[in-house]
């Protein structure tokens, strides 16, 4: 199981940009697809995007696609989520979590490591 610290979130205004990293704890993370979920009150956790182990294959759910943009550095053991035009619908507690297959992850059950998550606020 991989360690994941989440950072960057914040209270922005609507249209603003924010930019969420997630710091695993082990080189071998590099080995792991990962991925962003989120989670507003009294709703499910939802996947936001995922990324292959290399960061070649990437997924957005249709409620982000072309405003968010999934990366990652596995020379630092970094990911990161680049939100920009963001919406109050995009408030949420955003997670970060790794998956021992290496390819793009979309089930939720297939996340093995999750970080404590980070608070993303967008006021209208």
């Known amino acids: 199981q991989v360690h994941l610290l989440e950072s960057g979130g914040g209270l922005v205004q609507a249209g603003d940009s924010l930019r969420l990293s997630c710091a695993a704890s082990e080189r071998t993370a590099s080995d792991y697809s990962m991925a962003w979920f989120r989670q507003a009150p009294g709703k499910e956790r939802d996947l936001v995007a995922a990324i292959n182990w290399n960061g070649t294959r990437s997924y957005y759910a249709d409620a982000v696609k072309g405003r968010f943009a999934i990366s990652r550095d596995n020379t630092k053991n970094v990911m990161s989520l680049q939100m920009s035009s963001l919406e109050p619908e995009d408030s949420a507690l955003y997670f970060c979590?790794?998956?021992?297959?290496?390819?793009?992850?979309?089930?939720?059950?297939?996340?093995?490591?999750w970080g404590q998550g980070t608070q993303v606020t967008v006021a209208s």
């Open positions: 979590a790794a998956s021992r297959d290496q390819a793009v992850v979309i089930s939720k059950n297939d996340y093995n490591s």
